[in-house]
C-alpha cells in the first residue's frame, strides 16, 4: 500500500542509501570537517555560486538556524497564515528567535508587496516588533509555485525596505523541476537571502540544508546551529545522502518524477463529476473536495490528509516512488467507494 499523505511517507532511494553505506567505510573527523561534507558543499557551490552550508536533521531545525541568521529578538517574521513555520513547527521559530510571526491569508500560499506593504508603518515605531524577514516555502504549502517574476519583485521589494527574503525549500527540487529552470536561477538571481533545501521529502533518510547567500547572514551562523542542536558530530552521513541527491541530476529525477504522478493524478480525477480539484497543481500536490462520506473508507485503503476541516478540502501528496499503477489504483478505488456501479 503506498500513502498519499505526505512525501515524508516513502522511503529512501536506493541511491542514497548506497552513499550512506559508502560513508560507513572509514573514519573521518567528525563536526563537519570530513570529506564528505567538504565534497557536498562543493555540490553545493557548483549550483548555487558562493554559499555558506550548514547542515540539519530536520526542516524545522533549518529554518530555525536560517530564522536567526536574519533577526534579533525586537525583529517580526512575516509568513502566509498556512507556513510551515506558523502552523507546523509548535512556537519553534518564535521560541529559538524571540520574534514574532505575523501570518497573513494568502489564498494561494503567496506574499506579495502588496500584502505585506502596510506592516512597514510601523518600521522605526519603538512600540512595535520591526518586520525584518519575508518568509516563504517553495513549492508553497497550497502546493503553488512563486515563478520568477514573483520572486523576483518581492526580494527587490524585501531589500529596498531594509528586510531579508527567507525561504523554505523543503520541497525546492519539486519548484525548480516544476519551473524548468537550474537551482541558482530560482533562488540567488532572484534575490533570496537565505533558504533550507530540503532533502527528507526527495528521498533522504535525514537531513536538510541552510544555504546563505547573504554576506551579512554568514557570521553567527555556526554558532545558531550548534545552539539549535543541530550540529552532528557524524555530519559525514548527512552530507554524503546529498553528495548523491545533487549528482547525476538525481535531485531532479525524483522530484520530476513526484511532480508527474500528481499531474497524473489530477487528470484522472478530473473526470470524476462528484470531484472537485481545488487550487493549481504546480508541483506534487493535488487539493480537492470528493464526497464527504467517500474520505473515510479511501483513508483506511490510502491514508492522506483532510487539509482544511471546514470545507473537507483534502490534499493527496506524490513521492519519488509514486508509480503510474499507484495512481491508477488510487483513482479505481476512488471511483469504486464514490459509486460502485461504475466499476
Not at 521560541?95 to 506593504?117: A, M, V, W
Not at 493524478?265 to 464527504?292: G, Q
Request: charged share 20%.
Amino acid at each position: 500500500m503506498k500513502a498519499f499523505a505526505s512525501d515524508n511517507y516513502s522511503g529512501i532511494h536506493p541511491e542514497i542509501l548506497d552513499a550512506i553505506q559508502h560513508a560507513n567505510n572509514s573514519h573521518e573527523i567528525s563536526y563537519g570537517a570530513d570529506s564528505f561534507t567538504n565534497r557536498a558543499n562543493q555540490l553545493f557551490e557548483s549550483l548555487f555560486g558562493p554559499v555558506k552550508v550548514l547542515y540539519a536533521f530536520n526542516g524545522t531545525g533549518a529554518n530555525v538556524i536560517a530564522l536567526k541568521c536574519c533577526t534579533l529578538p525586537f525583529h517580526s517574521i512575516v509568513c502566509t497564515d498556512s507556513a510551515h513555520i506558523h502552523v507546523d513547527e509548535c512556537g519553534a521559530p518564535t521560541q529559538s528567535t524571540g520574534c514574532t510571526l505575523i501570518p497573513l491569508p494568502s489564498h494561494d500560499g503567496k506574499l506579495t508587496p502588496e500584502l505585506i506593504r502596510p506592516l512597514l508603518k510601523t518600521k522605526g515605531n519603538v512600540h512595535h516588533n520591526q518586520p525584518k524577514v519575508i518568509s516563504i516555502s517553495q513549492s508553497t504549502e497550497l502546493g503553488t509555485v512563486y515563478s520568477l517574476q514573483e520572486l523576483k519583485f518581492l526580494c527587490d521589494f524585501a531589500h529596498t525596505n531594509d528586510m531579508y527574503v527567507h525561504l523554505d525549500g523543503a520541497r525546492i527540487s519539486n519548484a525548480v523541476a516544476a519551473l524548468e529552470v537550474n537551482f541558482k536561477t530560482a533562488t540567488v538571481d532572484c534575490g533570496i537571502d537565505i533558504m533550507s533545501f530540503g532533502g527528507t521529502k526527495n528521498g533522504l533518510m535525514i537531513g536538510e540544508a541552510v544555504l546563505i547567500f547573504n554576506a551579512e547572514l554568514k557570521k553567527n551562523a555556526e554558532f545558531y546551529q550548534k545552539q539549535s542542536a543541530q550540529l552532528f558530530s557524524k555530519n559525514r552521513f548527512i552530507a554524503a545522502q546529498f553528495i548523491a541527491l545533487l549528482s547525476n541530476d538525481l535531485w531532479f529525477r525524483m522530484a520530476f518524477h513526484a511532480n508527474q504522478m500528481a499531474h497524473l493524478l489530477a487528470s484522472e480525477i478530473s473526470f470524476i463529476p462528484e470531484i472537485k480539484i481545488t487550487r493549481p497543481v504546480d508541483a506534487n500536490a493535488v487539493f480537492a473536495i470528493i464526497p464527504e462520506k467517500a474520505i473515510e473508507p479511501l483513508q483506511k485503503i490510502y491514508p492522506f490528509y483532510i487539509w482544511d476541516e471546514n470545507t473537507m478540502e483534502l490534499r493527496w501528496m506524490c513521492s519519488f516512488d509514486t508509480t503510474t499503477e499507484d495512481i491508477m489504483n488510487f483513482v479505481s478505488a476512488l471511483k469504486h467507494i464514490i459509486d460502485p456501479s461504475r466499476t
